[in-house]
Antibody, heavy 119, light 108 residues
């Protein structure tokens, strides 16, 4: 059974750094792209970035390029999303999701990680 | 980049048919997927590859494609179908993924 289990909710101050995680199981982690999707409160879904753990190849939404970093540790089947300096506007729910690249969609999703950035 | 446009809301009575459209210039070149998202939950795929239904998704959900528009049809809508629905696709070179603007389906 495919599972994506994300790290817990975070409360941070502006300017702080953060790294959230997504642990995958039930499939070959290195053979599928995995990505992150943002959802701000009451708003729609936004694709942020994807990574291919097999070779660490990445693709970013230009809107998020330079604002976040996606990474993966294939030894523990875990993907990450990190910020070096959070802003209040980063407050949102973040979902990780496994990609089916042949048909360009996200077939399995994590439960979401709520990030709150407030002074 | 490109955009996928959906109507903000669709209202339908139980047992009737709901149709949600998604328009975008890149749609003829790439498959579309539809997700259902209920409050407080992660999205769930209801249609992929334009018109394929994952196992476990009721037959009342179907998808179609014509030119720059894809359509999700929910036949015989039930109260449990009340949710937000998003289309999603990618550019032709699969360097950029995009979600539609989302449609709130209300069952009257």
């Amino acid at each position: 059974e495919v599972q994506l289990v994300q790290s817990g909710a975070e409360v941070k101050k502006p300017g702080e750094s953060l790294k959230i995680s997504c642990k995958a199981s039930g499939y070959s982690f290195t053979n599928y792209w995995i990505g992150w999707v943002r959802q701000m409160s009451g708003k729609g879904l936004e694709w942020m970035a994807i990574i291919y753990p097999g070779d660490s190849n990445t693709k970013y939404n230009p809107s998020f390029q330079g604002q976040v970093t996606i990474s993966a540790d294939k030894s523990i089947s875990t993907a990450y999303l990190q910020w070096s300096s959070l802003k209040a506007s980063d407050t949102a729910m973040y979902y990780c999701a496994k990609v089916i690249s042949n048909y360009v969609y996200f077939d399995y999703w994590g439960q979401g990680t709520l990030v709150t950035v407030s002074s | 980049s490109f955009e996928l446009t959906q109507p903000p809301s669709v209202s339908v009575s139980p047992g009737q048919t709901a149709r949600i459209t998604c328009s975008g210039d890149a749609l003829p070149k790439q498959y579309a997927t539809w997700y259902q998202q209920k409050p407080g939950q992660a999205p769930v795929v209801v249609i992929y590859k334009d018109n394929e239904r994952p196992s476990g998704i009721p037959e009342r959900f179907s998808g179609s494609s014509s030119g720059t528009t894809v359509t999700l049809t929910i036949s015989g809508v039930q109260a449990e179908d009340e949710a937000d629905y998003y289309c999603q696709s990618a550019d032709s070179s699969v360097t950029y993924y995009v979600f539609g603007t989302g449609t709130k389906v209300t069952v009257l």
